[in-house]
């Protein structure tokens, strides 16, 4: 599906692109024309995926906790494209299922570099680049239904996913004056890999398919679901719309927990 207005010709960067929502995105942007850097630590996927892709594109290896990567990416998409008009900061962990009294500082520093310092080092890298192409820009930050919600079971991720909003929310202050526009979409359950490690715990992969059956919708997200949301935050089709968070999470959030 194509058509959304202002994508065609832009260059887009997104994090986590090997992965199950960045994969979509990374696809769906270059249906609609966008000229995207893959950036993964897994160098192999966007490899090939960056090969299969209708629109020129190239991909990075890049840690995105890691400062000189994030710039990394920047300083390719400059090199090879000219310019940078969009981000999807993607990347993300799970992180350990263990309840608070079991959780480790370090299973807790671990998730908050890649969720919340790998956001934040994106913001920043976008927006000098902004800046030095003269304003404008937009950028989509995959938050979670855990941004909004809680669950005994996922704390040090639900806590960089909350923390990723306050990021969201400083930073669209601060760029609409700039002309930049700062989004984040909010999945609910999407299987990928991201509980891969976890496939059979409460909390993991099949108890979190298991979970989504009770949403209103009665299923899973696919990551094709999440992708059309990011490309119409990016798109001139949400011109008017900045530091909001949309849910794709098939009516979860809507859900109240005091009534059935
Ligand atoms: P995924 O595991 O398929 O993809 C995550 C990608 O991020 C992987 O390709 C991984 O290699 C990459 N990555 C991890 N650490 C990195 C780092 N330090 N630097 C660069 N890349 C790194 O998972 P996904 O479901 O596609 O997750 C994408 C985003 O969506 C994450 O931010 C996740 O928190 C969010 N999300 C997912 C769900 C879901 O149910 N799948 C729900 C809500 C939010």
Redesign the pocket.
């Given at each position: 599906m194509t058509g959304l207005h202002g994508l065609d010709g832009k260059v887009a960067i997104v994090?986590?692109a090997?992965?199950?929502?960045?994969a979509a995105t990374v696809r769906r942007l270059s249906e609609e024309g966008v000229q995207v850097v893959l950036?993964?630590?897994?160098e192999e996927s966007i490899r090939a995926l960056s090969a299969s892709l209708p629109t020129p594109s190239t991909w990075i290896r890049?840690?995105?906790?890691d400062e000189s990567d994030v710039t990394g990416c920047v300083d390719l998409a400059v090199r090879r494209f000219g310019r940078v008009d969009l981000h999807h900061l993607?990347?993300?962990?799970a992180g350990s299922l263990a309840v608070l009294p079991d959780l480790t500082v370090e299973e807790f520093d671990q998730v908050m570099a890649?969720?919340v310092r790998?956001v934040f080092l994106g913001l920043r890298a976008a927006f000098r680049q902004f800046a030095a192409q003269g304003g404008g820009g937009a950028v989509v930050i995959?938050a979670?239904?855990?941004s909004l919600r809680g669950s005994a079971d996922l704390l040090p991720y639900q806590t960089s996913k909350h923390a990723v909003l306050g990021l969201l929310h400083g930073a669209a202050v601060y760029g609409g004056p700039l002309g930049v526009r700062v989004n984040a979409v909010a999945?609910?359950?999407?299987p990928?890999?991201?509980f891969a490690a976890t496939p059979d715990a409460p909390g993991g992969r099949d108890d979190?398919v298991t979970r989504a059956a009770t949403t209103p919708l009665r299923r899973a997200g696919t990551g094709d679901e999440i992708a059309s949301v990011v490309a119409f935050l990016l798109s001139d089709d949400a011109g008017y719309i900045t530091g909001e968070t949309v849910s794709a999470d098939g009516g979860a959030a809507a859900v109240s927990t005091v009534r059935p």
């Open positions: 994090t986590g090997a992965g199950g929502i960045g950036a993964d630590t897994d890049a840690d995105v906790r993607n990347a993300g962990i890649v969720n790998g995959t979670s239904i855990g999945p609910g359950i999407v990928t890999e991201l979190m």
